[in-house]
């Protein structure tokens, strides 16, 4: 099975993305210390395939959350779900739905969020995504049925506006490296 990794960058622009790219590229550390990455010969990548994904946040949450734990980072379980819609109407009416109630929830009952992106550029469009921390799999499954039970969101989920606003939801369960600062 392939190795995945996922990194988490917050930028207040694409000014500052794109500098830091230009940086990089000028780098003498990273290319002296890089050099079997940036180097690499074309029959022996050093990864498989790369991806980026361009968010920008929801205005109900509009910067990420460092979560706090008082337990070790390979104990921690992050939850990364991706929610795609059949089409841009439908994803607007669930990130509605996220921003007007589903924040709440997820902020009430404890569930950690870190982010909630609205997918600018990717490759599951019309799409949004967002992360919720645990401080392990059986907190996780907890905080959920809680989430399900909950009064706003058994008022919410049956409200005809909000009907079909989702197609597919992808769920990717994390841990965090040692070096994580989330």
């Known amino acids: 099975m392939d190795k995945k990794m996922y990194v988490f960058i917050q930028y207040r622009s694409l000014k500052q993305l ?35 994904i361009l968010m920008q946040a929801f205005s109900g949450m509009p910067s990420l ?38 924040i709440e929830i997820f902020e009430r009952i404890g569930s950690q969020p870190i982010f909630f ?22 907190s996780r499954d907890a905080h959920w049925k809680i989430f399900g039970n909950d009064s706003t969101w058994k008022r919410i989920v049956n409200l005809p506006q909000y009907k079909n606003n989702m197609a597919k939801a992808d769920v990717f369960f994390l841990t965090p490296a040692t070096y994580s600062e989330l």
């Open 117 to 138: 992106g609205e997918v600018l550029a990717g490759s599951q469009m019309p799409n949004l995504m967002y992360m919720t921390s645990y401080s392990d799999k059986a």
């Open 18 to 52: 794109h500098s830091l790219l230009q940086a990089l590229d000028k780098d003498p550390v990273l290319a002296e210390k890089g050099t079997d990455y940036v180097n690499a010969k074309f029959n022996e990548p050093p990864y498989v395939r790369k991806e980026s």
């Open 65 to 102: 959350k460092k979560p706090l734990f008082n337990v070790p980072n390979s104990q921690r379980i992050y939850e990364l779900r991706s929610y795609e819609s059949a089409t841009e109407k439908l994803y607007l009416n669930k990130v509605q739905m996220f921003n007007e109630d589903e």
